[in-house]
């Protein structure tokens, strides 16, 4: 039942992920992205990273993505025209192949996750390893964050693209 419930969760966040590269929508997309990160936080739950599950919905769902969903909701986008059944399978085909071969490999290696999984990890070892090991990468990322963020702001108070609409 365990690896069914499994399986489950795991074929809902492809078809989420799929949807978040394929939605022509932004305000879909953005949806798409907020339920494929509460997927994640499912299966980190389900794993047995409670903590980290908890971080994920509290910190990325609870704040960032909402933010990025009040940011793309103001925006003024123009109606995008649906696209044909034949173009959507040609975007889908290719991702979808992808997940089964990765479907394949995470399921045949069950009993590798399941001796990880037995690991009892604990959240000071977690953050030892990430302010440790990897503090200038995780530094690195939050001034890349930064920078993306600040580009977004300029993008959309761009003065010449006001003057443009005129």
């Known amino acids: 039942m365990t690896d069914f419930i499994v399986c489950a969760v795991t074929i809902i966040g492809w078809i989420l992920a799929l949807e978040v590269i394929n939605q ?9 992205l907020i339920g494929l990160a509460l997927i994640t936080a499912i299966q980190w739950g389900m794993v047995g990273f ?3 599950a908890l971080l994920l919905v509290l910190v990325y769902l609870g704040a960032v993505l909402v933010l990025f ?23 889908y085909f290719f991702p979808a192949i992808l997940a089964l071969l990765m479907s394949q490999t995470v399921f045949s290696n069950n009993t590798q996750i399941q001796n990880h999984i037995s690991q009892n990890i604990q959240p000071q070892e977690i953050a030892l390893a990430l302010f440790s090991e990897y503090g200038v990468l995780i530094q ?13 702001l300029l993008i959309i108070q761009n003065p010449l693209a006001k003057k443009s609409e005129v």
Do not use: E, Y
């Open 24 to 32: 022509p929508h932004p305000v879909h997309a953005t949806l798409a």
């Open 69 to 91: 969903l009040f940011v793309v909701m103001t925006l003024n986008q123009q109606k995008v025209p649906a696209l044909s059944l034949k173009v959507r399978m040609k975007r």
């Open 140 to 152: 690195g990322v939050g001034l890349f964050l930064l920078v993306a963020m600040i580009v977004c």
């Open 50 to 52: 409670d903590f980290l």
